[in-house]
Each structure stands twice: as structure tokens, then as C-alpha cells.
């Protein structure tokens, strides 16, 4: 008889985007002339740069040829991309890194999914609330929490954000082993500074804990106080493990392209207090379970950091952050709270009146026919909050805040 891992079973359905459809889907069809514009969407719209494409076809013919041609590559990635990504992404910002520091894959969800692998399965782990639902619910299915109650897993931390603590999460009053953040966050947008970031290495530092840094949207900080990488914070190289990726970056969402940096320096203990490092249980896991990311991706990946396409790129980033001043502009000139949309492409809003996030979702769908995200989506500190996104078109975003400013019944 084959035994279930039971821990699956503790997770809610996938609740939150299968409800989201099943609403729109039923005012479709009670409202078959509704203009619907979706703000909701985490997925990028603008398409893949001339650089990276061009890359890409020769890419292509280089495998159409027995002497050009790449079978398995390193699961590592190759060196001709991890240098790049050292020389760009890091070296500007004082931070060296050993090639062997950097590893590519095919997403930053795989990474922050499987990253806990490496970890005991006694671990307690830290989520700032709301946040990306993966890190928890990978956590879950490992075994490494209870169940739920009325939204809250037992035996986790959560760290709540709002706008009373400014969305700057707490230290824990106790001891955590494992601490996820997500900075620019997803879904509130907004950041950490530099000294809020110490606070964190320092803890983490004082009780041996690890930070795992998830760093998806630093090509969107706009301030130049901001660090992007948790490795500029001094000490950090000691206790965290950082996830980048290119998917809204340079638009590979589809393409599928990240990479994850494990510091040598970075130390896990064995149960006799042994310190062992973490890059070595990632190579192994990685070597064992993945065969790295494809040639022809990669060196799409490698063209981004090109100068033509670092400045392509830096367009895309301006066209969304452009959407995300425009919906905040907007909102705010009606009244509405809105956090975040300064430094990272989504825009975090209180729900007016006190109302809960599904009612506000529904309100926004009726009145104006625009769908967002509810902030309970994301964890329980999510409720009386909504999210938007900047990915959309611009005439559509356009469009949208101008129904909403005209047609929302406040
Ligand atoms: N991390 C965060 C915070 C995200 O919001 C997302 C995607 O929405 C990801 C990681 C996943 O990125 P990737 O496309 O590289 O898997």
C-alpha cells in the first residue's frame, strides 16, 4: 500500500486563484458586454527584448549542428552566464562571489520550494505575512508545520505587515531557524532598508539562524538608498541565501530562468553542533534532482546583461514602474490608502470602510470590471488589504484608474 505524504493534505486547495476565476466566469456570463481589465495578474505582458531573441535564434542554430551542438550542461549553469551574473549584478555593489557561489536554474519558485530540503525537518521557520504563498506552503508539505486554523498554520512564525508597523516586520520574540523575506515584497511593494535589513543579519547571526532572501523584484527599486542584495548589508555573506530571477526582470516568466546564491561561507549545523556548509548540500541537491536549465536559455539570459540589453531591459522596468505611478496617482487622488508601487511593480491598497478583501474584490468587478488580487491570497495579515499590478498595458492601466475614479462607489 503506498502511503500518502499526509503533510500535503494539510494545505487548503489552491484556493484563492481558482476562486478569483470562478467569480469573473459567472459575471461574464451575467454581464457578457463587460470590458474587463485584469490588474490582477502577476505575470509580465511586455515581450521578451530584441537582444535576448536575437541571442536565442543563434542559440538555436548552434544546436542544429554536431559541432556547435550542447547536450547535458553543467547543473550548476554555465560559467559564461554565472560570470555575467557576478560581474553585473554584483561586483558594481562591493560584492564578490566565487563562481561556484552562483547557481542557475529554471525559476526562483523552484528555489525558494526546494531550498528547505537542505534543512532539518525540526527547524521553526519565519514568514513575513502576507508574502509569495511558496515558502510556506513548501514548508508545509515537508512536514515542517502544523495544521491550520481559522487561516494560521501552527508552528510557524508569522511576522505580520501592515500599515501600522509600516510593513517592517518584527523580530521574533522567539527563536527562529529559518526566516523568509521578500524584498521588494510581493504583494505589498514595499522594501526594506539598509538598516532594517542589519537588524535581520544580526539576528540571524546571534541565533544561528539563516535568511532566506528573496530578492525576485530588486531590478524594480528605484531609490538608490535601497540595497538589492542582501549581501551589501555587512555579515550577511555568513547568513543568507539569496534567489534572483529573470522572470520580471527581462520578461522570463515563460522562458524560465533564475539563479540562487549560496555563499561557501553560509553554515548549517549537524545535530552534534557541527557547522556545515550549505553550499555543499545545495550542489549536491541540485546535481542529484536537476540538469540545469537549457543552453538556449541561458544564453538568452546572457544577452541581458549585454549593455544593449541591460538597457532594454531598464525600459521594461520603466514602462511597468510608469503603470504602477499611474495606478497609484490615481487611488490616491480618491482617497484610497495605497502602499508600495515606489519600488516594486505592485501597488497594496486598504480596503475602504473596513471591508473585507473578497468584498472589495467584488465591488471592484461589478462596478468598474477590473480585477485585483484579494490580500488574503497571501496570508492572514492580508485581510482588509487588496493588491494591483503594474504588468498590464499601459492603455489598459490607464483605463482602469480612470474607471475607478470615475464609476468606484466610495
Ligand atoms: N518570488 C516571488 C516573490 C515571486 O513573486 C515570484 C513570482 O511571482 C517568484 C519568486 C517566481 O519567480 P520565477 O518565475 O523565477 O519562478
Given amino acids: 500500500m503506498a502511503l500518502l505524504n499526509e503533510n500535503y493534505l494539510k494545505l487548503p486547495g489552491s484556493y484563492l486563484f481558482a476562486e478569483i476565476a470562478k467569480r469573473v466566469t459567472q459575471f461574464k456570463a451575467e454581464n457578457p458586454e463587460a470590458n474587463i481589465i485584469r490588474l490582477g495578474i502577476g505575470d509580465v505582458t511586455k515581450p521578451l527584448t530584441p537582444t535576448v531573441i536575437e541571442s536565442l535564434h543563434k542559440a538555436v542554430d548552434e544546436m542544429a549542428n554536431a559541432e556547435t551542438f550542447r547536450g547535458y550542461g553543467p547543473e550548476q549553469g554555465y560559467n559564461f552566464l554565472i560570470k555575467k551574473i557576478i560581474e553585473t549584478d554584483y561586483i558594481p555593489r562591493g560584492i564578490t562571489l566565487d563562481e561556484d557561489e552562483v547557481f542557475v536554474s ?12 537542505i534543512f532539518g525537518v525540526h527547524n521553526k521557520v519565519a514568514i513575513t505575512d502576507p508574502v509569495y504563498p511558496v515558502y510556506l506552503d513548501t514548508n508545509v508539505m515537508a512536514g515542517r508545520t502544523g495544521t491550520i486554523s481559522n487561516g494560521v498554520f501552527e508552528n510557524v512564525t508569522y511576522l505580520p505587515c501592515n500599515a501600522e508597523n509600516k510593513f517592517i516586520p518584527e523580530l521574533p520574540k522567539e527563536k527562529v531557524d529559518l526566516i523568509y523575506l521578500c524584498v521588494p515584497n510581493n504583494p505589498t511593494g514595499t522594501t526594506l532598508s539598509r538598516s532594517e535589513l542589519k537588524k535581520w543579519v544580526d539576528y540571524a547571526k546571534a541565533n544561528n539562524s539563516i535568511i532566506l532572501f528573496d530578492a525576485a523584484y530588486e531590478a524594480y527599486i528605484q531609490d538608490p538608498e535601497l540595497p538589492h542584495s542582501i549581501y551589501e548589508i555587512e555579515g550577511a555573506k555568513d547568513v543568507a541565501i539569496e534567489f534572483r530571477s529573470f522572470s520580471k526582470t527581462a520578461g522570463f516568466t515563460g522562458t524560465r530562468c533564475a539563479f540562487t546564491v549560496v555563499p561557501k561561507t553560509v553554515m548549517g549545523l549537524t545535530s552534534k553542533g557541527e557547522p556545515h556548509p550549505l553550499n555543499k548540500l545545495w550542489n549536491r541537491r541540485q546535481t542529484t534532482k536537476f540538469n540545469g536549465v537549457p543552453y538556449i536559455i541561458q544564453k538568452g539570459a546572457e544577452a541581458v546583461y549585454s549593455p ?37 511593480p505592485y501597488i497594496w491598497l486598504k480596503t475602504p470602510k473596513g471591508m473585507d478583501s473578497w468584498s472589495f474584490f467584488d465591488k471592484l468587478l461589478r462596478e468598474v470590471h477590473i480585477v485585483g ?3 488574503t491570497g497571501f496570508g492572514p495579515a492580508g485581510e482588509g488589504y487588496f493588491r494591483l499590478t503594474a504588468f498590464g498595458n499601459k492603455e489598459a492601466t490607464i483605463e482602469a484608474v480612470e474607471r475607478i475614479k470615475t464609476k468606484l462607489k466610495l
Fill in 106 to 117: 529554471d525559476g526562483s519558485k523552484s528555489d525558494v520550494g526546494n531550498i528547505q530540503e
Fill in 308 to 344: 544593449e540589453g541591460q538597457a532594454e531591459i531598464k525600459g521594461i522596468v520603466s514602462y511597468y514602474m510608469d503603470n504602477a505611478r499611474i495606478i497609484k496617482e490615481g487611488l490616491d487622488s480618491i482617497g484610497l490608502e495605497t502602499f508600495g508601487g515606489v519600488n516594486a
Fill in 373 to 375: 488580487t484579494p490580500g
